[in-house]
C-alpha cells in the first residue's frame, strides 16, 4: 500500500475502529452498572426494572452490530481496505436503530423524574415536543444508512446530511431543557436545612455531568462531520453516544445506594424522604428532621400540643403547625 493510500486509510477508518473499541469498554461499564443495580434495588417497580432490562438488551445488540462493523472492516475488506471502508456496512442502520430506542427508553426515564418534580404534564411535555422529532429524524438517517451504498453519497447527499445535524441538533436541544429543568425543580425545592442543601448540590451535579457529556458530545459530532468529512471520526462519535446515555441512566440509579442512609427508597426508582417543620403560630419555626431529599409534595395538619414551660416555655399554649414534605430523588 502507498504512503499516500495508507494514510488516507488511516485518516478514514481509523477514529471509527479505534472508538468502536472505546464503545466495547463503556458496555463493559454498563454492564457492571446493571449487575450492580438488578442486586441492589430489588424492590424497584417491575415498570422499571423492565426498562433497565430492555436497556440493556438493546446495548447489547447495539455492541454486537458494533462488533461487526469492526470485523467486516478489519477482515472481510482486508484485501481491499480503502475502498471497502468507502462503503457503508448494513449493520451501521441497526445501530442506529438501536441507538434511537435507547434514547427513548432513558430520556422517558428523565421525563418521568421532571413530571414527579414538577407535577406539571405541560412542563413535561416541553423536552417530549423536540425529543419526538429527534427519534423520528434519526429512524430516518438509519433509512438513508441502507439507501446509500458509500460514506461519500451519504454526507455529500444534502438531505441525508440535513437530517442528521437536525437530528443531533435536536438531540442538544433536549438534553439542554432536561438538565435546565431538572436543576431548576431541584433548585425550587430546596431546603433551609444544609444537610439538605448539600443533597440537592449533589443531584444538581449529577445532573450537569450527565446531560453535558451527551450535548458536547452532541455538538462535537456535527463539528467533525464539516470539519473532517474524509473521515469516519463522526460515525465512531454516533456509536459512543448511545453508550453515554445507557451509562448516564444507570448510574442515576445506582448513585440511589450513596443516599440511601438518608431516606427509603421507593418502588417507582426514587428516594422517598421526609421532612416534618413545625410552625408556632407566634411566627417561630421548629423543625423536627429524620431525612431530607427533595421536595415532591406536601400535607399540613394543624394540632395544639402544650409543653412544660420548664422545657419549652417559648411553645406552651401555642398552636402548632406540622408540615411533612415528601421529597423525591
Known amino acids: 500500500m502507498a504512503a499516500g493510500t495508507q494514510a488516507a486509510f488511516e485518516l478514514l477508518a481509523g477514529p471509527l475502529l479505534v472508538l468502536i473499541g472505546f464503545a466495547l469498554m463503556l458496555f463493559g461499564v454498563f454492564s457492571t452498572q446493571c449487575y ?7 424492590k424497584d417497580s417491575r415498570m422499571l426494572r423492565t426498562a433497565v432490562l430492555l436497556l440493556w438488551a438493546f446495548e447489547a445488540c447495539h455492541t454486537a452490530f458494533c462488533m461487526h462493523i469492526a470485523y467486516t472492516y478489519l477482515i472481510i475488506y482486508f484485501g481491499d481496505p480503502v475502498h471497502g471502508v468507502e462503503h457503508i456496512v ?15 427508553i432513558v ?32 429512524f430516518a438517517v438509519s433509512a438513508y444508512l ?21 437530528s443531533l441538533s435536536l438531540g442538544v436541544v433536549t ?26 448540590q449533589r443531584l444538581q451535579r449529577n445532573t450537569v455531568n450527565n446531560g453535558a457529556l451527551s450535548v458536547i458530545l452532541s455538538v462535537v459530532i456535527i463539528i467533525t462531520l464539516h470539519a473532517i468529512p474524509n473521515s469516519l471520526l463522526f460515525a465512531g462519535l454516533v456509536e459512543i453516544i448511545s453508550k453515554v446515555y445507557a ?6 440509579l445506582n448513585a440511589r445506594q450513596s443516599i440511601s442512609k438518608l431516606g427509603n427508597t421507593s418502588k417507582d426508582g426514587f428516594n422517598s424522604i421526609q421532612l416534618s417543620v413545625r410552625e408556632n403560630t407566634n411566627g417561630s419555626t421548629r423543625v423536627d428532621m429524620s431525612r431530607e431529599g427533595v421536595f415532591i409534595n406536601s400535607a399540613a395538619t394543624q394540632s395544639t ?7 419549652d416555655p417559648a411553645a406552651s399554649g401555642t398552636t402548632i403547625m406540622k408540615t411533612t414534605e415528601t421529597f423525591v430523588v
Request: hydrophobic residues 45%; neutral net charge; aromatic residues 14%.
Open 175 to 200: 438534553d439542554l431543557i432536561i438538565t435546565i429543568l431538572l436543576i431548576y425543580y431541584l433548585r425550587r425545592r430546596q431546603s433551609r436545612v444544609s444537610r439538605t442543601k448539600h443533597i440537592i
Open 146 to 166: 441502507f439507501v446509500f451504498d458509500t460514506w461519500e453519497a451519504f454526507t455529500g447527499h444534502p438531505a441525508s446530511e440535513n437530517i442528521l445535524n437536525t
Open 247 to 252: 451509562n448516564s441512566m444507570i448510574a442515576t
Open 90 to 104: 448494513w449493520s451501521v442502520g441497526i445501530t442506529v436503530m438501536c441507538e434511537m430506542i435507547i434514547v427513548i
Open 36 to 42: 450492580v443495580y438488578w442486586f441492589t434495588y430489588e
Open 305 to 311: 400540643d402544650r409543653y412544660d414551660q420548664k422545657s
Open 107 to 138: 430520556e422517558s426515564f428523565y421525563l418521568h423524574r421532571i413530571y414527579r418534580l414538577s407535577e406539571s404534564a405541560l412542563i413535561t411535555a416541553l423536552p417530549a415536543f423536540f425529543l419526538v422529532p429527534r427519534v423520528v429524524l434519526g
